[in-house]
């Protein structure tokens, strides 16, 4: 029956102390609205991903510009080809301009916003809408009415302010990737997890020492065995949503989200495998100084370094 109790509080310490921070990164990083605007505010201000929003933001202006000119004058078609590539440079200065100007940035703002109260939404299994910005979740579109999101907005052409509301913009339609309905369970779960796990190490802890006394090596042994499977969980996390965007024409993107949103929850683990390492270092060392301190002095003095 102490071997089970033993397994049964190692698998508890160890279990809690794996979902502990991911109930936190989960919490406080990913489903917190006003972190996770900051935090995309600090992705659209990085170099590479304006120059990837850039980029493909002026091959759509001239891919849409190439198609206008096939379908209505075709037979301009040749060297309007040649007048445009000429004119890429320049178009693609313009775009840069608009991307940082405030009406654009808040436009991809509002795109990062959407996609993530799209997955708020589809975690609570819940609907959801805002001002200028819906999303349908059996589809996994979200829709941008830019209108209605610039409206007030104005921007300077030459002399010129132009209200961008009345320009009557179309609107955009946004992929929004949701996870599989499966993973809903697990990711709520995880979210109520932190302070069940919190109790779970307390008790654990209480119960390994109990069942250890008056030593604490299984203590140590769970703090080993704990810093082992986090460290191999940091390593899973990191190779998967590098894998998993490496071959993608959104990697840029998807490494600047990926050192903000997901670094966190590595970190995280990192802190708990030194935590391990000191707890399981504390409890060896005092139940080396402990075996000593019990010792006649006789013995302590011939033996003092060993245990027994």
Not at 64 to 73: C, G, H, L, P
Not at 100 to 128: C, E, I, R, Y
Not at 279 to 285: F, Q, T
Request: aromatic share 8%.
């Amino acid at each position: 029956m102490k071997v089970l109790g033993v397994i049964a509080a190692m698998a508890v310490w160890v279990f809690c102390w794996l979902i502990a921070p991911a109930s936190w990164w989960l919490n406080e990083r990913v489903l917190d609205e006003q972190w996770f605007e900051s935090a995309m505010v600090q992705v659209l201000q990085i170099e590479d991903v304006d120059r990837e929003i850039t980029d493909r933001a002026t091959a759509q202006v001239m891919q849409d510009a190439r198609t206008f000119v096939a379908d209505n004058v075709p037979f301009l078609s040749t060297p309007a080809d040649a007048l445009l590539d000429r004119a890429e440079p320049t178009v693609s200065g313009v775009v840069n301009t608009a991307v940082n100007s405030q009406p654009g940035q808040k436009v991809m703002l509002g795109v990062a916003t959407q996609a993530h109260n799209a997955f708020l939404a589809w975690l609570d299994g819940d609907s959801l809408g805002q001002p200028g910005l819906s999303a349908d979740l059996d589809t996994g579109q979200a829709h941008i009415d830019l209108d209605e999101m610039l409206a007030g907005e104005v921007v300077a052409v030459g002399p010129v302010q132009v209200p961008l509301d009345a320009l009557d913009l179309p609107g955009l339609n946004v992929p929004v990737p949701l996870p599989p309905d499966w993973m809903r369970a697990p990711l709520n779960f995880v979210r109520a997890a932190f302070l069940p796990a919190l109790l779970g190490i307390a008790a654990s802890a209480a119960a390994l020492i109990y069942l250890g006394r008056p030593r604490l090596r299984l203590i140590a042994v769970a703090s080993g065995l704990t810093a082992l499977l986090c460290g191999a969980t940091a390593l899973l996390i990191q190779s998967t949503w590098t894998l998993s965007g490496a071959d993608s024409a959104d990697w840029t993107i998807t490494r600047a989200i990926g050192e903000l949103m997901v670094r966190p929850w590595i970190t995280a683990y990192v802190w708990v495998i030194v935590a391990m390492v000191v707890i399981a270092v504390g409890a060896l060392l005092w139940d080396r100084y402990r075996v000593v301190a019990t010792q006649p002095p006789a013995y302590a003095g011939e033996h003092g370094d060993a245990l027994p």
